[in-house]
């Protein structure tokens, strides 16, 4: 081997370890947290009277599965959902902002090869006849045909490509990792909107029948007192009973029109357009088994926290991309090609052209601008290990808050029932004290009213205890895994 062939060698294998160093910092999956709770108060289990919307509700280790939201036992509610699924306008959209993020990352990845560029043109020429021809010809017009093939190279000698690349690839994981976010989010949202909707539907019809009964009872008493049984007092008493409860109807429309409205929007249609059926109050059941998992599982559960580690990631990167543009860039380009007067001998030896070149580039000065992007991609990192530890406490406040909701939500049907049970009791006996003589008719009116807000109180119970159990799911992440393997 000669001396200026080992020199070449030599030189070429410095230049390929060159081009394998990547400046700033690798980036490694944060720690996984230490706690093992989410609160202090433990998970006992919640005990709530069987037969209003569920009884017992206990705690299981274990993830979510798949369509979870089956466990509610409704088939209207099921297709709903699937509805969304598929028609929710902003799904659709953050789908395809991953799109958009995941052609960004393969339109980034050009620069890991050669760029090729061809070009071919045709020109009709005349020169100065005080000059020199510009063609080895005596003729002074003259038409050129040219064809050439450009390469270029961009020698990633610190790194700066590869980090493009991969800061492109965590933009793609936090797209994807927000779609995830936003599939979770529709079906709670629309879970609870069609519970909204079927608690408001129940208590309208509650309040009507409590109308119908108000004033039947208005004509009884005004039969009564045509026989001189009772004063115009006590029909003015039942008049006031009628309004007051027609009052209360129109409240409990407007949510119920609310309600149906939100679920149409949810389920990308306009609310005139005719919905699914409808989720029936009554046969909703309420989840048995709850799945709980660690605080150190929900931190790979939890799309959102999975977005902003995905943002810490690319933040990383984004270091090493400030750092190699501080530092010497080498370019390499070669090209090749042919001139002719005429098409037919543009590619012949004696009409072509090459030219091979390579060259460096180093920053020198730029008015401090580089050495400030740096420090911003050093500032840019604090900021999304600031959001991304913000994402962990945040999850961990978003279970414990339904946790406790949970316990007390079982508390509170249990309560809303008993007073129930006990308003009904008080009706049947004031009326039977009433039919007796026994008590004035406005004692009638008095447990009438407190049975219908007894009643109200404890739809507004199942309410919130159905609406947390969804949301306990939501908070543990939903059925991401079943999500991302679909998609």
Known sequence: MTGASARRRSGLGTLLLLGGCTVGPDFHTPAPPAATAYDREGTPAMVAPVGVAGGTQQWVDGRLRDGWWHAFGSVALDRLIDAGLRANTDLAATRAALAVARESWLASRGVMVPSVDVAAGSSRNKGSEYLSPALNATTFTYGLQTAQVTVGYNFDLFGLNRRTVEAARAQVDSAEWQTQGARISLINTLIAAAFADAAARAQVAAQERMIAIARETRDIVERQRASGQ???????????????????????????????????????????D???????????????????????????????????????????????????NRLPQLTLSASAGGNSAGWSDLLSATRSFWSIGAGVTQPV?????????????????????????????????????????????????????????????????????????????????????????????????????????????????????????AG
Do not use: K
């Open 230 to 272: 009772v004063s115009g007092a006590d029909v003015l008493a039942q008049d006031t009973a009628v309004a007051q409860a027609e009052a209360g109807l129109p409240p409990l429309r407007r949510v119920a029109a609310q309600a149906h409205n939100l679920v149409a929007y949810l389920t990308g249609r306009s609310a005139a």
């Open 365 to 485: 000065f730029a008015g401090g601008a580089l050495l400030h992007r740096q420090r911003a991609a050093h500032a840019a990192y604090d900021e999304a290990d600031a959001q991304y530890r913000s994402a962990v406490l945040g999850a961990f406040r978003n279970v414990a808050d339904t946790l406790a909701a949970l316990r007390t939500d079982a508390d509170g049907l249990r309560s809303a029932q008993a007073a129930r049970d006990t308003a009904q009791a008080s009706l049947a006996v004031s009326r039977r004290q009433y039919e007796a003589g026994a008590t004035p008719f406005v004692a009638v009116l008095t447990a009438e009213a407190a049975l219908r807000q007894a009643e109200q109180a404890l739809v507004q119970a199942q309410l919130a205890r159905l609406t947390d159990t969804a949301a306990l799911f939501e908070a543990l992440g939903g059925d991401w895994q079943s999500a991302a393997a």
């Open 274 to 324: 005719a919905l699914p059926d409808a989720v029936d109050w009554n046969a909703i059941a309420l989840p048995h088994d709850l799945p709980l998992t660690l605080p150190s599982a929900l931190v790979r559960q939890r799309p959102d926290i999975r977005a902003a580690e995905a943002n810490l990631h690319a933040a990383s990167a984004g270091i090493g991309i400030a750092i190699a």
